[in-house]
């Protein structure tokens, strides 16, 4: 142990010793880098994990002979719709079959698309008699060209006439994941396919709407014919479990946003597949209160500079009104379609976590219209870690509780899993995000208990963000070791303080930036830093300009050995710090693309040709096996296992020629 220890706290600008320089290919081989993952993400989940037991081996088996019968009798020429929609809602499950979903006993397959790529389907195993719909994924989905396309896959046929065809293949593919029900992790968003992906998935909540207010007619219809005389109460007429169709409040959607500009393009999508424009007719669409949608979500643009621009993906994010704190109840009708409706009495809700967890810390509004969600939209989900995490994990804790008020629906019209508390079991989950991350996986795994199962894509990363460092250094990688997630960030700290640092300051190390993602960690060395008297400037998401521009002049003519520099800081205002001699990432980054933009900050072209040190240049990254995920982004999927896995605890990587 000692041993290790005296390995892990050698600090030098190139790792020296045979044992501590390795290559990429000298890397350890892993045997099965599936089953590795798996077991590393299964620290961030609450139950355990799925087991397939000898019984349960033998009803997949049997479930298996089954599909497969019934896929040779099924007529190939018949092309009459499944009825996802209501045979979802219909399918009463079980006390037998939610302890099967808690217990997260699934029947696990995979697949490969032409778009999306390879994906995972999971599935729980149900107890009841009968199941919900089992489809065949290996089966690539379908080119939809024509409105009647889209009207096989159950999309109304008025909603289906509007859309802008022919839709993409990544398009088509989550639409049909989307439309068959199931919850969807896709962390593989990126700029140039952000509005194919916001496209679809206004489509597919529109559409959802527009069925169930048909149902809830229908189904009036039907209760009117059950009045026996003139004007006898509505609650006086008893109601057959079959036409139970509404939750405990009305509103059945949430789409959850980081900016106003998000929340604009995605009205006004929904705006084109219900009013399309045409020849000769006013552009502003027939929507109550359009216009004051228009000037209160549009606008704000930040200042982009000319000279010293920033780079495009902070351009691509930070375009539009970038206020975080906004809610849009939207309300549909039979020929309309109106903004800014009460929240109670709103179809879909397009809000920010911040401003949800607003509305629900106030004791003079109640947040019952969380109650029966049915479908749940989380978009951009990589932008809501620079925001607040834990706002968006607030909002998700208080979906589908009980009551605070009785509710004024009729309850002979409400589902039954509405009335029994398990709605939770019954929504569906999208969820976007640019790349993988434990937060991100954590959440799919903990808060999505879709009975119909969920899809999550699987595909590899080859080679990751340090494939885009154009400055020529060794970056060194060295593991900590961590006991457990709940103490990783103690281990980690303690590692830092207590052997790093020293060795800091005894080798003379100067101009040296500390790049620290989590807040947290940022304070905490921070307040260490002062009380040790170590000399050194600081910069972070709430620094003022002015010090920010005194702390970047310090630290360029050596007035300061150590830099501490937040990631939020980075994220919202892309610094270009000159000078960097030596980069320290106290853990990986959060934002992949950050890592090669510091990096690349040391290029001679920015160094003070002064400081007497042109020779001497370093990059050390500190992580733990639970930054894998964050690893992957960054030197790819193989080689981030092997470095969470390997014997030794320090790995180089270098692009020197």
Same mark, same amino acid.
């Given at each position: 142990?000692?041993?290790?220890?005296?390995?892990?706290?050698?600090?030098?600008?190139?790792?020296?010793?045979?044992?501590?320089?390795?290559?990429?290919?000298?890397?350890?081989?892993?045997?099965?880098?599936? #089953?590795?993952?798996?077991?590393?993400?299964? #620290?961030?989940?609450?139950?355990?994990?799925?087991?397939?037991?000898?019984?349960?081996?033998?009803?997949?088996?049997?479930?298996?002979?089954?599909?497969?019968?019934?896929?040779?009798?099924?007529?190939?020429?018949?092309?009459?719709?499944?009825?996802?929609?209501?045979?979802?809602?219909?399918?009463?499950?079980?006390?037998?079959?939610?302890?099967?979903?808690?217990?997260?006993?699934?029947?696990?397959?995979?697949?490969?698309?032409?778009?999306?790529?390879?994906?995972?389907?999971?599935?729980?195993?149900?107890?009841?008699?009968?199941?919900?719909?089992?489809?065949?994924?290996?089966?690539?989905?379908?080119?939809?060209?024509?409105?009647?396309?889209?009207?096989?896959?159950?999309?109304?046929?008025?909603?289906?006439?509007?859309?802008?065809?022919?839709?993409?293949?990544?398009?088509?593919?989550?639409?049909?994941?989307?439309?068959?029900? *199931?919850?969807?992790?896709?962390?593989?968003?990126?700029?140039?396919?952000?509005?194919?992906?916001?496209?679809?998935? =206004?489509?597919?909540?529109?559409?959802?709407?527009?069925?169930?207010?048909?149902?809830?007619?229908?189904?009036?219809?039907?209760?009117?014919?059950?009045?026996?005389?003139?004007?006898?109460?509505? =609650?006086?007429?008893?109601?057959?479990?079959?036409?139970?169709?509404?939750?405990?409040?009305?509103?059945?959607?949430?789409?959850?946003?980081?900016?106003? #500009?998000?929340?604009?393009?995605?009205?006004?999508?929904?705006?084109?597949? *219900?009013?399309?424009?045409?020849?000769?007719?006013?552009?502003?669409?027939?929507?109550?209160?359009? %216009?004051?949608?228009?000037? %209160?979500?549009?606008?704000?643009?930040?200042?982009?500079?000319?000279?010293?621009?920033?780079?495009?993906?902070?351009?691509?994010?930070?375009?539009?009104?970038?206020?975080?704190?906004?809610?849009?109840?939207?309300?549909?009708?039979?020929?309309?379609?109106?903004?800014?409706?009460?929240?109670?009495?709103?179809?879909?809700?397009?809000?920010?976590?911040?401003?949800?967890?607003?509305?629900?810390?106030?004791?003079?509004?109640?947040?019952?219209?969380?109650?029966?969600?049915?479908?749940?939209?989380?978009?951009?989900?990589?932008?809501?870690?620079?925001?607040?995490?834990?706002?968006?994990?607030? /909002?998700?804790?208080?979906?589908?509780?009980?009551?605070?008020?009785?509710?004024?629906?009729?309850?002979?019209?409400?589902?039954?899993?509405? *009335?029994?508390?398990?709605?939770?079991?019954?929504?569906?989950?999208?969820?976007?995000?640019?790349?993988?991350?434990?937060?991100?996986?954590?959440?799919?795994?903990?808060? =999505?208990?879709?009975?119909?199962?969920?899809?999550?894509?699987?595909?590899?990363?080859?080679?990751?963000?340090?494939?885009?460092?154009?400055?020529?250094?060794?970056? /060194?990688?060295?593991?900590?070791?961590?006991?457990?997630?709940?103490?990783?960030?103690?281990?980690?700290?303690?590692?830092? /303080?207590?052997?790093?640092?020293?060795?800091?300051?005894?080798?003379?190390?100067?101009?040296?930036?500390?790049?620290?993602?989590?807040?947290?960690?940022?304070?905490?060395?921070?307040?260490?830093?002062?009380?040790?008297?170590?000399?050194?400037?600081?910069?972070?998401?709430?620094?003022?300009?002015?010090?920010?521009?005194?702390?970047?002049?310090?630290?360029?003519?050596?007035?300061?050995?150590?830099?501490?520099?937040?990631?939020?800081?980075?994220?919202?205002?892309?610094?270009?710090?000159?000078?960097?001699?030596? *980069?320290?990432?106290?853990?990986?980054?959060?934002?992949?693309?950050?890592?090669?933009?510091?990096?690349?900050?040391?290029?001679?072209?920015?160094?003070?040709?002064?400081?007497?040190?042109?020779?001497?240049?370093?990059?050390?990254?500190?992580?733990?096996?639970?930054?894998?995920?964050?690893?992957?982004?960054?030197?790819?999927?193989?080689?981030?296992?092997?470095?969470?896995?390997?014997?030794?605890d320090s790995y180089l990587f270098s692009n020197k020629k």
């Amino acid at each position: 142990m000692e041993q290790l220890h005296k390995r892990a706290t050698q600090y030098q600008s190139t790792v020296s010793g045979e044992e501590s320089k390795m290559t990429v290919n000298q890397l350890p081989s892993v045997k099965d880098e599936n #089953e590795f993952y798996e077991q590393l993400v299964s #620290e961030y989940r609450s139950a355990a994990a799925p087991t397939i037991t000898e019984s349960n081996r033998s009803v997949l088996l049997r479930k298996k002979v089954k599909d497969v019968k019934n896929q040779e009798e099924r007529d190939p020429t018949d092309l009459k719709p499944y009825n996802s929609f209501s045979e979802r809602l219909n399918f009463d499950l079980t006390s037998d079959d939610i302890t099967e979903i808690i217990s997260k006993i699934t029947k696990v397959s995979k697949a490969k698309w032409s778009s999306i790529g390879k994906f995972q389907i999971e599935v729980p195993i149900l107890k009841s008699t009968t199941s919900p719909h089992d489809n065949d994924y290996n089966k690539q989905p379908p080119e939809t060209v024509k409105s009647t396309d889209l009207q096989i896959m159950d999309v109304k046929m008025s909603l289906a006439a509007n859309v802008a065809y022919p839709l993409s293949a990544l398009q088509i593919e989550i639409l049909q994941i989307a439309n068959n029900y *199931l919850d969807l992790y896709y962390p593989q968003r990126t700029h140039a396919n952000a509005e194919e992906i916001r496209y679809v998935y =206004c489509l597919h909540a529109v559409n959802h709407m527009l069925k169930t207010r048909a149902l809830i007619l229908r189904n009036n219809e039907k209760i009117a014919g059950l009045v026996k005389y003139p004007n006898q109460p509505l =609650c006086d007429v008893a109601i057959p479990d079959s036409l139970r169709d509404q939750g405990l409040k009305r509103m059945k959607a949430l789409i959850l946003l980081p900016f106003r #500009e998000s929340a604009l393009k995605t009205v006004q999508i929904m705006a084109s597949l *219900l009013f399309p424009k045409q020849k000769g007719q006013n552009a502003t669409p027939p929507i109550a209160k359009y %216009d004051r949608f228009l000037n %209160d979500f549009s606008g704000n643009t930040i200042y982009f500079p000319k000279t010293n621009p920033k780079p495009f993906d902070y351009e691509q994010t930070f375009s539009g009104n970038t206020d975080d704190n906004f809610k849009l109840g939207i309300r549909f009708t039979k020929k309309s379609m109106s903004l800014y409706t009460d929240i109670s009495g709103s179809d879909i809700l397009i809000a920010s976590p911040l401003a949800l967890r607003m509305m629900i810390n106030d004791k003079d509004q109640d947040y019952d219209f969380l109650n029966s969600i049915e479908l749940l939209i989380i978009d951009q989900a990589e932008l809501f870690i620079a925001q607040n995490w834990e706002n968006l994990l607030y /909002v998700l804790d208080h979906l589908h509780l009980q009551p605070q008020k009785l509710p004024d629906t009729n309850c002979q019209r409400v589902r039954q899993y509405c *009335l029994s508390g398990t709605s939770r079991f019954y929504r569906q989950t999208l969820f976007f995000s640019s790349h993988e991350l434990p937060e991100f996986r954590g959440l799919f795994n903990n808060k =999505c208990h879709n009975y119909q199962g969920k899809v999550r894509i699987i595909n590899q990363i080859a080679r990751g963000d340090i494939s885009n460092v154009l400055t020529p250094i060794e970056q /060194v990688f060295q593991r900590i070791d961590c006991s457990s997630v709940e103490t990783a960030f103690d281990d980690r700290f303690q590692h830092f /303080v207590g052997h790093i640092l020293p060795e800091c300051s005894k080798s003379g190390l100067s101009h040296c930036l500390l790049y620290v993602p989590s807040y947290f960690d940022y304070v905490r060395l921070r307040n260490h830093f002062k009380n040790e008297m170590i000399n050194f400037v600081q910069i972070s998401e709430y620094t003022k300009k002015e010090k920010i521009s005194r702390a970047r002049d310090i630290f360029f003519h050596s007035g300061a050995p150590f830099l501490l520099y937040s990631e939020r800081a980075h994220f919202f205002r892309r610094t270009r710090i000159k000078g960097i001699r030596h *980069l320290i990432f106290y853990q990986p980054p959060n934002f992949p693309n950050f890592y090669s933009d510091l990096i690349n900050l040391m290029l001679e072209v920015n160094q003070n040709p002064r400081d007497g040190l042109q020779d001497v240049m370093s990059v050390k990254v500190f992580y733990s096996k639970f930054d894998t995920l964050s690893l992957s982004n960054i030197v790819g999927n193989e080689n981030a296992s092997k470095l969470a896995l390997g014997t030794n605890d320090s790995y180089l990587f270098s692009n020197k020629k």
